[in-house]
């Protein structure tokens, strides 16, 4: 709400106010809204020292106030005449539609009335004022005429609204002068609180203004750039960039903002890949160029690593398609070949039974060398898919373990390795997928096999924990290079790529192995040192699952145990020679 005290200078006002007092003599008081004096000119002797002082006079006083108060607020002069029977009249003062003060005027008598002295008398004897001095101060009352007091009312109402309405205007003017700074202030905190560089410029390259952010980006101070250039700071390395109005407009035009990547250069001459959002701004009448600039290092080395691993994925895409081509060839030429000889002893007269079986045997072990590979091949498509499905069952895997180890005891040995089991417990129940367990040993045994010279080691201990059961694969073989460790369980990975290598592979069966390990809920690492051997450490969740299918799940067991025999045939397929 506004106050009369800020639209006008009240101490103006009141030396004023003085001076009409001097020639007419009327008294004249003006009061806030909310009924604070603001000032009082004259004053009348019957008022405040009699009428005020009284109890029951100053009550009617009181009474005549409220009355002026109530009916003030239709915004139109109310002229009244009061209990103790003189004039009043309360003005008020209406700025832009809003009641913001109250004038009033008074005490006085119309000169056309005739003044009851009679009524005057008999209330000082009524309430004990001495009758004389009474009657003195009844006649000092002003006495007026309509029109005088019309021209009266006419002058302060001009006056004061004249000088409302210039206060108003001053004042408003002050609030949009203070809006404007706040605004200015507001904007000039955003401008340099966004983690973006802001820099305005010319349509020639001149650096008119920047942001904190360019400044710390930069590393150059506001005075520096000031006297810059945009060519000061954009490498000569950089793509094209739009430098001259006309390209700039061109550009624009196409698309609005104007989104362009560049190599900027910093103070310390350090280069940094940068994207700039462009768009013209009118500011004071001016086109200008904003430019709002971020470091997009991070991103473009993250591109660049990104290109790099599409690059290698590819590669390693290319060799994986190669070296499948050479495990499908070389098997399928090993069979055609002994079908060959087969049929060349089958023609003679003497047919050579041996060599017959030797053939077949070669043939078999090299069908087995294909399902393996067609049957990894299928695996690796249905994970990339999530089509794989799990059959989790609660059995003993100290057990399942066990039996794997050592229904593959005779392939081993038959490698001049020995093979050692140990369990620090006979019997966990776990939920796990059979087919899966089996899977991830039989293909971790055969890579101890490929990779242990004769006369070596391969361990297999279990450890129990409250957590995790944890299997340890372990053997004396050639081991890892520390370089590729990190890659091992990556697919399409192998150790040795070339195509005369001494051991066969596709380089997908460790990446199934770590997948079915994880499936399980299960982790898998493996520690290695060349000329020492190798270790692989699987730790399996010790839980369980609601069993409803018990039975079931016995016979799955008990048909897993009688089929390892062949399924060690094709998984050692490329390693054991029957």
């Known amino acids: 709400m506004l106050k009369l005290k800020e639209l006008i200078n009240i101490d103006l006002l009141k030396r004023i106010a003085d001076n009409i007092y001097a020639i007419a003599g009327i008294h004249m008081s003006i009061c806030d809204i909310d ?163 802001i820099l305005v410029r010319n349509f020639e390259g001149k650096i008119l203004d920047v942001n904190e952010t360019a400044i710390s980006m930069f590393g150059y101070s506001r005075n520096e750039f000031i006297n810059m250039n945009m060519q000061d700071i954009i490498s000569p390395n950089s793509p094209k960039h739009y430098l001259q109005k006309q390209d700039l407009l061109n550009e624009i035009k196409k698309t609005d903002p104007l989104i362009v990547e560049a190599i900027y250069i910093d103070k310390n001459n350090n280069e940094f890949w940068g994207e700039a959002n462009i768009r013209i701004a009118n500011i004071d009448g001016d086109e200008r160029i904003i430019m709002v ?42 069979i055609l070949g002994a079908i060959k000889i087969n049929s060349m002893n089958l023609g003679k007269e003497n047919i050579e039974k041996e060599k017959i079986i030797k053939n077949t045997n070669i043939e078999k072990q090299n069908c087995l060398r294909l399902i393996r590979l067609v049957n990894n091949l299928i695996d690796s498509t249905k994970l990339d898919t999530e089509y794989f499905e799990m059959n989790m069952i609660n059995c003993n895997i100290i057990n399942v373990v066990e039996e794997i180890t050592l229904s593959a005891a005779e392939y081993i040995n038959s490698n001049n390795l020995t093979l050692t089991f140990d369990t620090d417990i006979e019997e966990k129940i776990i939920a796990c997928d059979l087919d899966k367990i089996e899977r991830i040993m039989l293909n971790i045994l055969s890579n101890a096999v490929k990779f242990t010279d004769p006369g070596g080691n391969i361990f297999v201990n279990i450890f129990d924990g409250e957590e995790f059961i944890t299997i340890l694969i372990e053997d004396t073989g050639i081991g890892i290079p520390k370089d590729k460790l990190d890659t091992i369980f990556d697919r399409f990975r192998q150790i040795d790529k070339s195509f005369t290598r001494n051991h066969e592979g596709s380089g997908i069966g460790l990446s199934l192995v770590k997948s079915f390990v994880e499936m399980q809920g299960g982790k898998i690492s493996v520690e290695s040192k060349c000329g020492v051997g190798t270790k692989f450490c699987i730790k399996l969740p010790v839980r369980v699952v609601d069993d409803n299918n018990s039975e079931e799940n016995i016979k799955l067991l008990n048909s897993n145990l009688s089929n390892y025999v062949e399924r060690i045939k094709v998984e050692f397929s490329d390693i054991y020679k029957l």
């Not at 005739?114 to 101060?137: H, M, N, P, T």
């Not at 993250?302 to 590669?315: D, I, S, V």
């Not at 190669?322 to 495990?327: K, R």
Request: hydrophobic share 40%.
């Open 35 to 197: 009924g604070s004096l603001e000032f009082a000119v004259g004053q009348v002797d019957i008022c405040s020292k009699f009428h005020r002082v009284n109890p029951i006079t100053c009550n009617r006083c009181k009474i005549s106030d409220k009355y002026s108060n109530e009916h003030i607020m239709e915004g139109k002069p109310i002229a009244y005449k009061c209990l103790n029977n003189i004039w009043d009249i309360a003005m008020p003062v209406v700025i832009s539609g809003m009641h913001i003060a109250t004038i009033f005027f008074g005490q006085f008598f119309y000169e056309d009335e005739i003044v009851d002295i009679e009524y005057f008398r008999a209330q000082a004897l009524e309430f004990g004022f001495d009758e004389k001095e009474y009657l003195d101060a009844l006649s000092r009352i002003p006495v007026l005429s309509k029109e005088k007091i019309n021209y009266i009312m006419e002058y302060y109402q001009a006056l004061i609204m004249t000088l409302a309405e210039s206060g108003l205007r001053q004042l408003e003017y002050k609030n949009s002068q203070k809006e404007l700074e706040k605004n200015r202030k507001y904007l000039n905190t955003i401008f340099n609180s966004v983690n973006d560089a």
């Open 293 to 334: 600039s971020r470091n997009i290092e991070v991103r473009k080395q993250a591109e660049l690593e990104l290109q790099n691993e599409a690059f290698e994925l590819e590669k390693l895409r290319t060799e994986f398609f190669a070296n499948i081509s050479h495990e499908l060839r070389t098997p399928l030429n090993i």
